[in-house]
């Protein structure tokens, strides 16, 4: 059969929204225009010797799909040319991209700062999992670079941040955080879930390491979970990949095939969505029940100029603040009352979904957190976020209107 595939590479300087498409493509020799799924747990050699070479590495190839799989790659290719990384390793989620950048860079005795309003499974993870393996986490005030400085000792390998975090939208300053993870020889690590490349790519303000929870936006309709981590060559190569290719929290092919296209109309939606965002964000910053709107894109946002500077838009989450009396008790009944209230928004704990996602922080996504680590990160009874979709703008407002009345 004659080979029919053109496998031509992308211009470097071609635009965000044509990499999105195009790049990290590899067609094979059927010439299938869509990426094709590879479904196979291993691969065959022509020989023994062949297999003895590419186990050992010594002729590059596909080995066993916890290692690396033709699909796995291109969806890596792809989104290390979005975030402008030299490599990217994917993983089985979010989660698992942080894990194996703690595990392959952490050891006994070491100390890491993290932003005090981040994921919730994120802070258990620092907070409860890595202290059984001798790892230290001092979570610290995020916006504040000075409160990031006194924190630090000799022994500082880590700086784990979220710009905007979940669910506050808190912005730390990239610069300053990359400057600060040099003078201390720690490792600045962002999860860049909420903007996604299109909107902020960290790696070009000097921050090391970029993770995805793939699972929100760039996945895009809520169907798989899967994850990345992102960066230089060398900390990819020699720290993560053999860490995921030895412990096996790799992506499944279908689930990073299901990325890669997501990733095609990532740029699109994330503009349409975060757009729609800031407009639903102002008129609830107007409403009378609500006593206070997190969104970076106000003006009234405590850093909106920080955002401004190092964001290109503002992402496609909001969180607001009911108005109450402060009894605890009270403000999660009225937040749940309103969250019950709802007919388009989906009751739902994920987030970057063409379908538009409301929850109650305090007792979902950061439900597990101890009552202090709750109150450090500053989330409140009263507290509800929502993920804006690809609903007309106007419906979604008139279910907040639903929600709110009641
Ligand atoms: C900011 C952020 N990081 C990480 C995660 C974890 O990602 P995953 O669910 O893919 O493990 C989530 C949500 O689940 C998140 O919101």
């Not at 987030?351 to 007792?363: E, F, Q, Y």
Request: hydrophobic share 45%; charged share 20%.
């Amino acid at each position: 059969m004659a080979k029919q595939s053109r496998n031509l590479p992308l211009d470097p300087d071609v635009a965000f929204e044509t990499a999105a498409v195009r790049a990290g493509t590899e067609r094979t020799d059927f010439g299938e225009h869509s990426e094709a799924l590879f479904l196979t747990s291993s691969f065959v050699y022509q020989s023994a010797a062949q297999a003895a070479a590419m186990f050992s590495g010594a002729e590059e190839g596909y080995v066993y799909s916890r290692f690396s799989n033709p699909t796995v790659a291109m969806f890596e290719r792809r989104l290390a040319v979005l975030e402008g990384a030299e490599d990217c390793v994917a993983t089985s989620s979010g989660m698992s991209a942080i894990l194996a950048v703690c595990l392959s860079h952490l050891k006994p005795g070491d100390r890491v700062l993290c932003g005090a309003s981040v994921f919730g499974a994120t802070v258990t993870l620092f907070a409860n999992l890595m202290t059984r393996f001798g790892v230290e986490t001092i979570f610290v005030p995020a916006t504040d670079p000075q409160a990031w400085r006194a924190a630090a000792n000799d022994h500082t390998r880590m700086l784990f941040f979220e710009t905007p975090s979940n669910p506050l939208m808190e912005i730390v300053d990239l610069e300053a955080l990359a400057a600060l993870g040099r003078d201390l020889g720690a490792l600045t690590v962002i999860d860049n879930v909420f903007c996604t490349p299109a909107q902020q790519r960290p790696l070009e303000y000097g921050i090391d390491v970029v993770v995805h929870s793939g699972t929100k936006f760039i996945e895009g309709q809520g169907r798989v979970i899967g994850g990345a981590v992102l960066g230089s060559r060398e900390f990819i190569r020699k720290s993560i990949y053999p860490f995921v290719r030895t412990t096996g929290p790799s992506i499944s092919p279908f689930n990073a095939w299901v990325m890669l296209k997501g990733l095609e109309t990532m740029p699109l939606r994330v503009r349409a969505q975060s757009e729609a965002a800031l407009t639903l964000a102002r008129w609830l910053e107007a409403h009378p029940a609500v006593a206070r709107v997190y969104y970076s894109g106000l003006e009234s946002h405590p850093q909106h100029a920080l955002a401004r500077r190092q964001q290109r838009g503002f992402g496609a989450v909001i969180a607001f603040e009911l108005r109450g009396e402060g009894n605890a008790e009270a403000d999660r009944v009225r937040a749940w009352k309103a969250i019950d209230a709802v007919r388009i928004f989906s009751i739902t704990g994920n987030l970057g979904d063409t379908r538009s996602t409301i929850t109650h922080p305090a007792t979902t996504t950061h439900g597990r957190l101890t009552p202090e680590a709750r109150a450090r990160a500053g989330i409140g009874e009263g507290l509800i976020r929502i993920g804006i979709g690809l609903e007309a703008v106007e419906d979604l407002r008139r279910d907040l209107e639903r929600a709110l009345a009641g």
